[in-house]
């Protein structure tokens, strides 16, 4: 078995998986949605320009997608390695020919697939629920690229976390912590001009900035996203490789 | 997951003579938990090599220092390289604790893993191999307990491995269950597949194995044939007699006075156990505690057993886990045990 077989063979059974827990699936879809109703359409941008969404609603279109960027793959990679070392599983794929770099691509890939059909679904609500205008160019046909690599990083931190923690719960309240404040510090719905000046080279710190800035030239302020993407890029490679490292092959 | 997939099918590799598995003052502590404490251990090809000891005695990190999944100290190799650089194609594992993707069926499952090798058997073929052909396009989740195990050594044996470890293959499966597992071990030993089988079942190793090694605290204490384990450890064979009342001290010495051989009578807590009775000598035994007036319930003649000599090595009492079975004994109950005499039972 080659092995883009080996890749092959472990994510469809992951997928499979996951495609079989109905609540799971139905979460993992639902969540983008309640956020986009609740603060798309229902607390939405002031009138008065004021309070915490004070930007157009195309601003926010980044911020959205990066919820599910984050999240679900922290949680997701987080839990399935809790999930595989509580299962015994990973002292058996140990034994096989699957390398931990290739149980890794292969959930990353998985990852891909359902955030990428997640962050669809919230791009057409927010066309939908608010009056977001995206800016149609070219560059519109990298915005994928984007999701895909932001997903692919925090797969690797997901792996981080779930090697470090050594419980489902231990990988939640690692990964809430993680990405909560990443989530509300990375200019995605907070804008760095309501950050305290001192704050501001931290923003530049975190991984989602990246995603937001460019995703945001390509969607909103059209300007450069290149160098986001190659920055984002890099770090998901260092970060896969951290977290493939990380996955436990022991006990 | 393997690392070190390397091509490392060494000359030394258990076809020329060589031992398949070879480990010398092997180490392992967790902490202060000592769970390793120099074993010394070869096992040949084509043998079936059981691993017997108390809970806590360090069957499982064994297994696992020999399949590579924990670090340990000492010389291990296997097929003649360090376990993490054998070929996994030439190794197939069952780990003790092992819970498979849920929502697959057996059949996705099987093929799951197969899928991770170079060369795999079919599906079907090792289903039913396993007994799970009806039952396998069931997810996992659905099977009995014993369903899910067997489906799991399914996925121990798809890649068609020439070293096959078991760790507690059969825990949780029924007395049909059990013996198709019993049968597929037999076969693969005969086509040549090398097993590592750890038990808790007593009776499973010693029908199974050619080969046992008793693990006490870390330690092999003893290792051999069971036939030579039991000859050498396992004592005489026994009479225990169930009463219907506790077994004082005199009633014990009343019968032990009537034994006309040397038999040791002891008491246990359903009455009492006659030591060194052979088959021929249980009339006597029986003409014994009749002359000595003791009603019993019922009269169960055993050979010794790997059980005792499990019992007599580690100290401790036998307690098979739920759906294993005790050695059989061959016994009479007071319906069946005619009275010489007439007299009280």
Partial sequence: ?251 | MNETAAASTSSVDGADGDPVLVGEDVRRSYGDVVALDGVDLRVEAGEVFGLIGPNGAGKTTLVRALTGTTDAEGDLRVFGAPPREVDPQRVGLLPQSFDPPERLTATELVAYYGGLYDEARGVDSVLRDVGMADDADAWYETLSGGQQRRTCVATAIVNDPDLLFLDEPTTGIDPAGRRSIHRLIERLADDGTTVFLTSHAMDEVERLADRVALLRDGAVVAVGPPDELIAEHGGAPRLDVTLDGPATDQITARVGDRLASDAAVESTRGGLRIRDVRPEAIGDAVDALDAAGVAFESLAWAEPSLEDVYLRLTGEEYSPREGEIAPASHGIDETDAASPDGGER
């Fill in chain 1, 1 to 251: 078995m080659t092995r883009i077989g080996r890749i092959r063979t472990e994510a469809t059974a992951a997928a499979r998986s996951f495609l079989r827990r109905r609540t799971a699936v139905f979460f993992t879809f639902f969540f983008p949605v309640i956020l986009v109703v609740i603060f798309g359409a229902l607390v939405r941008t002031q009138p008065t320009g004021g309070g915490l969404f004070a930007e157009p609603a195309g601003y926010y279109i980044p911020g959205y997608l990066a919820v599910v960027v984050l999240f679900t793959p922290l949680s997701r990679v987080g839990s399935e390695i809790a999930r595989h070392r509580d299962g015994g599983r990973f002292e058996k794929l140990a034994t096989t020919p699957l390398s931990r770099a290739e149980w890794l691509l292969a959930h990353t890939l998985v990852n891909v697939a359902i955030i990428g059909a997640a962050s669809l679904l919230i791009f057409g609500l927010v066309l939908a629920v608010t009056d977001a205008e995206p800016v149609v160019s070219p560059a519109l046909a990298v915005l994928p690229v984007f999701v895909a690599v932001g997903v692919a990083l925090f797969c690797g931190v997901g792996a981080l976390l779930g090697a470090l923690t050594d419980s489902q719960d231990g990988v939640i309240a690692a990964s809430n912590t993680v990405a909560l404040p990443l989530l509300f510090l990375s200019e995605t719905f907070v804008s760095p001009d309501l950050l305290p000046a001192w704050f501001r080279p931290a923003v530049a710190a975190s991984p989602l900035t990246y995603f937001a800035r460019g995703t945001r030239a390509i969607v909103y302020e059209p300007g450069p996203w290149v160098g986001d993407l190659a920055v984002l890029s890099l770090l998901a490679v260092a970060f896969l490789a951290l977290g493939a490292y990380a996955v436990p092959r022991t006990d």
